[in-house]
């Protein structure tokens, strides 16, 4: 920070508070809306802090040794109706890299101040800080922290810094920084335009949003942000040089789950005709892959986890009846998904958007070809039906709001599906009723395999809790899912541990914190190297590698990148559902 001469160690603490401030956040050479009597942040332009100004009080020259240009506008905050349309553009190009507030309180009731923070917004740039000085004599009485901090984060501000001096017989003063996150404003409008606003024709943009949102919980290792020379070559290779930072998914993975979440919907029916079957499609047209679904699912009496087995064991053979079926399934899918949602999804955003720009059509998503179904001339894996379906793209934004929304969005999807799937059947079968259908059975989280595995290995040398390390018996095994089965709905083997019955039941939907996974770290290897010596070490790998790693695993000493990526898995579980971390011991009552 340069030396700001004896009139800045003369200055009260708020004032050296509120330049400290200024400087740190505000760069040499930006362009600053001053607003209110900012008596001491205009002798800041000295300090080579560039303002725009705009106050009643004229500003300071600036010095002749080339201190930053200062402009007046003539407006008064906040503007009263007749300015507003007249100066509303004006704001918009003014795109100010920072707004600084100071001696407000005695113009801007509370009432006003919505309306400040409205043109604040207008004005800042997408990355825009906003610097507001409270005076504590009168905040109290008009304008608390609290109020003021509320109103900026609903205009997608987030809080930065907040700071208070008090001079000796005054009372503190709150220094406020706040920073706009205009790309999550924009990926929140792009999901609840998705929701509300685009056209309902189908079910199937509800279904990639829940497919979305479901991977973020639980495959979130296999989404890619693009590096630069891979966005570099996105941008050649789309012709879109405007198109925002992308994230990538295997669009296999984005089959698989859209697959499982009709799976359920059709189960009953595929086996019953005379089973309620809700309405997908308005105008009574069928699925687009509703044959190849129920072929499927009749193929294995409905049961997705034996399906899902064979995918991951590798016993897709090329040319059998469920391997066809299967193919024709993906392909149906993949159709469907790239000529509804990734073509017209985001349509009805208009402008301000995180849409790819000048797009036909498309205006959030892009699907790219892989190789082609052609290649599933094997025995079909995850990793070859990736190969096969190309790469799905979003904003990185519209991603990384889904860490945040995806454990609330994933239920939000299914009420609305429940709700137009019943606007579909005419009010045949009520939306409670379609949700029912939609949940998910008891038999996707069967446990049978690792218990199986766990008693015989109780049989023949012992087997220990992996929290406790107290010896099992048959009686007192429990099989527990390290990371509670109600938040990301793992079932994968490498997420299923043998326990103690009580310490299960005590751990029940918590997550064990980093220490405590620390703690049993060789206890959990020595358990993946259990299911990897067994029959279900083939499962077992493709699993990890598919929702755990994220990619391939190493061909040795995997096991500490695999407890890694776990203690990653169970820190993104906790951030995303605000819960408490399990720790076994004392406290939980061993």
Same mark, same amino acid.
């Given at each position: ?8 160690? @003369? ?25 209110? %009597? ?157 929701? @509300? ?199 990185? @934004? ?55 595995? +766990?008693? %015989? ?82 499962? +077992? ?50």
């Amino acid at each position: 920070m340069p030396d700001l001469s004896p009139s800045f160690r @003369e200055a009260s603490s708020r004032e050296r508070l509120f330049t400290q401030l200024l400087f740190k956040w505000i760069p040499a050479g930006a362009r600053a809306l001053l607003l209110g %009597e900012a008596r001491f942040a205009v002798r800041m332009a000295k300090a080579q802090v560039a303002v725009t100004l705009t106050a009643d009080a004229e500003p300071e020259a600036p010095g002749n040794d080339g201190d930053a240009r200062m402009e007046r506008i003539p407006l008064h905050f906040p503007l009263d109706k007749a300015d507003r349309e007249a100066c509303g553009e004006m704001l918009r190009s003014a795109a100010c890299d920072a707004v600084v507030a100071d001696g407000l309180e005695g113009a801007v009731t509370p009432e006003k101040l919505h309306e400040l923070v409205r043109e604040i917004e207008l004005a800042l740039s997408p990355s825009g800080t906003a610097v507001v000085m409270l005076d504590g004599a009168s905040s109290t009485q008009t304008l608390s922290p609290e109020f003021v901090i509320a109103l900026f984060e609903r205009f997608g501000f987030a809080l930065a810094e907040r700071k208070s001096a008090g001079d000796p017989g005054s009372l503190v003063s709150a220094a406020l920084v706040f920073v706009r996150d205009a790309a999550r404003v924009r990926a929140r409008k792009s999901l609840q335009g998705l929701l @509300e606003d685009d056209r309902k024709t189908t079910t199937y943009k509800l279904a990639l949003i829940k497919a979305l949102a479901e991977i973020n919980l639980a495959n979130a290792a296999r989404v890619r942000y693009l590096p630069p020379a891979d966005m570099t070559a996105y941008l050649v290779r789309t012709k879109i040089p405007d198109a925002p930072h992308q994230a990538a998914i295997p669009m296999g993975l984005i089959i698989e789950r859209v697959a499982a979440l009709y799976w359920q919907i059709y189960r009953a029916h595929a086996l019953n005709e005379s089973a309620p079957l809700p309405a997908q499609i308005g105008s009574g047209r069928r699925l687009e892959f509703e044959e190849p679904l129920m072929a499927l699912i009749r193929l294995y009496q409905g049961d997705w986890l034996s399906f899902r087995n064979d995918f991951y064991l590798g016993r897709l053979a090329a040319g059998s009846p469920r391997a066809l079926a299967f193919i024709a399934l993906a392909k149906a899918v993949r159709k469907a998904i790239d000529r509804g949602p990734v073509f017209y999804a985001g349509n009805s955003l208009g402008d301000d958007t995180s849409a790819i720009a000048g797009m036909a059509g498309n205006r959030l998503f892009r699907l790219e070809a892989g190789a082609g179904f052609r290649v599933l001339k094997e025995t079909i894996t995850p990793d070859l039906l990736d190969r096969a379906a190309g790469t799905f793209y979003l904003p990185s @934004e519209l991603w990384r709001e889904l860490n945040v929304s995806a454990p609330w969005l994933t239920e939000a999807v299914t009420i609305r599906w429940a709700k137009q799937s019943s606007e579909f059947s005419r009010g045949v079968i009520t939306p409670g009723a379609v949700i029912d259908i939609m949940a998910l059975p008891e038999d996707v989280r069967d446990t049978s395999w690792s218990r199986g595995l +766990f008693l %015989e290995r109780i049989r023949t040398e012992g087997l220990a809790s992996i929290w406790s390390g107290a010896a099992l018996s048959a009686h007192t095994l429990a099989v527990d899912h390290m990371i509670p089965w109600s938040r990301t709905h793992t079932n994968d083997l490498w997420n299923l541990m043998p326990a103690e019955t009580k310490e299960n039941g005590r751990k029940s939907d918590l997550v064990p914190s980093a220490a405590c996974l620390d703690q049993a770290a060789d206890r959990i290897i020595r358990t993946w190297k259990l299911y990897e010596g067994s029959p279900m070490g083939t499962p +077992f790998r493709a699993q990890a590698q598919s929702t755990l790693m994220g990619r391939t695993l190493p061909q040795k000493d995997r096991e500490a990148p695999m407890m890694d990526a776990l203690l990653r898995s169970a820190d993104e579980t906790v951030l995303q559902y605000a819960c408490r971390r399990w720790e076994p011991g004392p406290a939980a009552g061993f």
